[in-house]
C-alpha cells in the first residue's frame, strides 16, 4: 500500500479509524474525511502518533448535506492527482425520523446518497489510478431491507431499522451498479458486512436518542479493529485486484439477499439517486 491515496469516510471513530490507523502503518496516503474539524484533527494526531506516519489529510464533511459533498469534491480535485482507494465507510441510525436539509430521510441520505455523489464526483480521479477500488460498508441488515420508491424518506411507517435496513440495501445494489459500470476500465468495486462492531453508530449526535438494540450490540459486539479487518482486506490484498462486485463477510465472499441481485431495481436505484443528488446524468 505504499503511497497508495486512500480517502476514507467516517474516518475518526469506530471501523473507518482503525482502517485509517491499519492501512497507513502499511504505508498508504490517507485522507480522512470527518464531520467536526477537531475530531478529524484529533484523529490525524492519533494515527501518526501511532504509526509514525505523516501522509495524512484530513478534510471536514457533513455527509447529510450534498452542498457539502460538492464542496469536498471540489477541494480533492484541487488537491490530489488521482485517488487509489475510496471506503464508503460512514455510517448512522437514527432512532427518529428527521430530514437533512435537503429534505431527505437522514439514513438513506448519509448511507447511501453521500457516498453516491461522493464517488461520482471522484470517479475521475480513480479512472487516474493504476487499479483503483471502491469499497462500500454495507451491512447483514441489507437482508431485510427493501427501497422504497414510492416513499424513500419513509414518510409513512417509519422505524429506524426499516430506514436502516433499506439505505444498506442501497449501498449493495449501488456496489453491484459500480461494479457493471466501471469493471471494464478496470476499477473495481465491493461490499462489506463488517459484523457487530463496537462502534458509535446507532449513537445520537448530541449522544441521546439511541436504539435500545444498539445499546445491545455494544455489549456483544467485537471491536473496531476486528470489524475492519475485512475492508482492510479489500483495499490492500492482492488476490482482491481483479475481484469485483463481492459482498464480503470475514473476508469471503457470500451471496447478498436476493433483492440486491434485480437489474431493474439497480436503474431505478441508479437513477433516483441521482435525481435526487441534482446530477443531470451520471458520471459513472
Known sequence: MEDKIILITGANSGIGKATAKALAAMGGQI?????????????????????????????????????????????????????????NNAGIIC????????????????????????????VDLLRKSESARIINVSSMAHKTGKINYADLSLEQGYTSLKAYSQSKLANVIFTYGLCSRLFKEGITANAVHPGIVGS???????????????KLHQKIAKSPEKGAETSIFLASSPTIGEKSGGYYINKKAVPSSKLSYDPDAATALWNISLKMCGLEKSLI
Open 200 to 214: 458509535r453508530i446507532g449513537f445520537g449526535r448530541n449522544g441521546s436518542s439511541t436504539h435500545w438494540l444498539m
Open 95 to 122: 432512532k427518529d425520523r428527521k430530514l437533512t436539509e435537503d429534505g431527505f430521510e437522514y439514513q438513506f441520505a448519509v448511507n447511501h446518497l453521500a457516498h453516491f455523489l461522493l464517488t461520482q464526483l471522484v
Open 31 to 87: 485522507i480522512l474525511v470527518t464531520r467536526q474539524a477537531h475530531s478529524g484533527n484529533e484523529t490525524l494526531e492519533e494515527i501518526k502518533q501511532e504509526t509514525g506516519s505523516n501522509k495524512l489529510h484530513t478534510y471536514t464533511c457533513d455527509l447529510s448535506s450534498l452542498t457539502q459533498i460538492r464542496e469536498l469534491g471540489a477541494t480533492l480535485h484541487r488537491n490530489f492527482d488521482r485517488i487509489d482507494v475510496i471506503i
